[in-house]
């Protein structure tokens, strides 16, 4: 594989000159060895060598044309894929940085205005400038998140999937105390991978409780874990609306357009950080919404099932 890359790596004038001397060679010796080989007393003619040194010739120059344009391509390519990298990175500091510090000062302002603001309608609209500052600021964080991932996990690294989901669980508990949480969870599910998946798990169980209209009454939510074929599946239910169709649409797609695109980057942050583990996620929204996270068993480690918490039920108020 190594061998094939370096000859890859070739300019297309050395990739050309290799392939000219290999033909001019090849030809005469393929035609005295088969001669032999039968017993044939016909040694190669100049015209047999003319014709097959002009094949060469001439397929030689198709290859270094073609190499030549496929270089081009390559440059021409990497220099826009550079040109991206270079305005990604000003767009993530200049919204991480410079717009979330004006977001933060315009925060703070609209919390100092509402504690002088007596006006029923007045307090209305501040909490909307409060709220939506709050919402763009999370984005924020979320890019941060995404920002540091290391895109080359290392297949030396695991993690206990049921860990990442216990501490999760704990502090999805402490921040919504009245949320009922069902888990059916084993002792140890090991993944390949490592500690930033519990961001796609953190943002999925908020998901599911922000956005719970309680239209079915009390937020609910069943955990399971489950070892199907060297898989570990995690499933993550609730009991509210489900998603809508429009932000699921970018992710089946794969990409956003000015017409179809998500409200925030939260469901392209579980799939990233699900992919960059191996991993795939699917979206079902028939009766509520269950996510599953799909991601391949750690060979070396056994499923550890004797303390499964098959059934637990917390609920806090």
Not at 45 to 55: I, N
Not at 97 to 126: A, F, K, M, P, T
Not at 138 to 162: A, H, M, Q, R, W
């Amino acid at each position: 594989m190594a061998t094939l890359r370096s000859v890859l790596n070739l300019s297309p004038l050395k990739i050309s000159a290799g392939y000219l001397i290999f033909g001019v060679v090849w030809i005469p010796t393929t035609d005295i060895l088969l001669a032999v080989s039968f017993g044939s007393q016909q040694m190669p003619t100049l015209l047999g060598l003319t014709k097959g040194w002009t094949f060469i010739g001439l397929s030689t120059l198709l290859i270094f044309a073609l190499s030549y344009l496929h270089q081009q391509q390559m440059a021409s390519t990497q220099t826009k894929l550079q040109t991206a990298n270079q305005q990604l990175q000003v767009l993530h500091r200049v919204f991480r940085h410079n717009i979330r510090n004006d977001l933060n000062v315009v925060l703070g302002y609209s919390e100092i205005l509402s504690e002088r603001v007596s006006e029923r309608q007045s307090q209305s609209y501040l909490k909307t400038i409060r709220r939506t500052t709050e919402q763009v600021i999370g984005i924020s964080e979320k890019l941060k998140v995404v920002e540091n991932i290391d895109p080359t996990l290392s297949n030396e690294k695991t993690v206990n999937l049921v860990d990442l989901v216990d501490t999760e669980l704990q502090n999805l508990s402490d921040a919504h105390p009245d949320v009922t949480i069902s888990t059916e969870l084993p002792g140890e599910a090991w993944i390949q991978g490592d500690e930033s998946l519990r961001y796609a798990i953190r943002e999925l169980l908020e998901n599911a409780v922000v956005h719970n209209d309680h239209s079915k009454g009390e937020c609910d939510l069943l955990i399971q874990i489950d070892r199907v074929n060297g898989e570990h599946l995690l499933k993550i239910s609730d009991n509210g609306p489900g998603i809508p169709q429009e932000e699921l649409q970018p992710l089946q797609l794969q990409q956003e357009t000015p017409l179809i695109h998500a409200s925030s980057v939260g469901l392209w942050l579980v799939t990233w950080l699900t992919r960059l583990h191996a991993g795939a996620v699917e979206f079902n929204t028939d009766d509520g919404t269950t996510v599953t996270l799909q991601f391949q068993a750690e060979l070396d480690v056994p499923f550890i099932d004797t303390n499964s918490r098959i059934g637990e039920q917390v609920r806090r108020r």
